[in-house]
C-alpha cells in the first residue's frame, strides 16, 4: 500500500527534514520525491510505502496534517487507491 503526501506553503528551513522524520518515525518509507521553490512558495510531493507502517494510515496522516498547521503549511495525505480513482478516466 502506498500513500501520496503533498506539501504547499511558504518555504522555510527543515520541511522536507520534518516530513521524512515523521515518515520515519511510523515506519512509512519515502519511495519518490518532488519538490520545488517557486520564489519563497515550497511545493512538494511525496510517495510513501506505508506497508509497514507502525501506526494506522489516519494516525500518520493526522500527525503530517498536524505539522503542517504547525509550520505554516498545507499537507495532504492521500491513499493511494483514493488518489488513482479520482485520476482515472
Do not use: P, W
Amino acid at each position: 500500500m502506498r500513500a501520496v503526501v503533498a506539501v504547499i506553503g511558504k518555504d522555510t528551513v527543515g520541511i522536507l527534514a520534518k516530513v521524512s522524520a515523521i515518515c520515519a518515525e511510523a515506519n512509512a518509507n519515502i519511495m519518490d520525491v518532488t519538490q520545488t521553490i517557486m520564489q519563497d512558495l515550497f511545493a512538494m510531493t511525496m510517495l510513501i510505502d506505508i506497508t509497514k507502517c507502525e501506526n494506522e494510515y489516519s494516525a500518520l496522516a493526522d500527525k503530517l496534517t498536524k505539522c503542517g498547521e504547525e509550520m505554516g503549511l498545507q499537507i495532504h495525505v492521500m491513499h493511494e487507491d483514493i488518489f488513482n480513482a479520482m485520476h482515472r478516466i
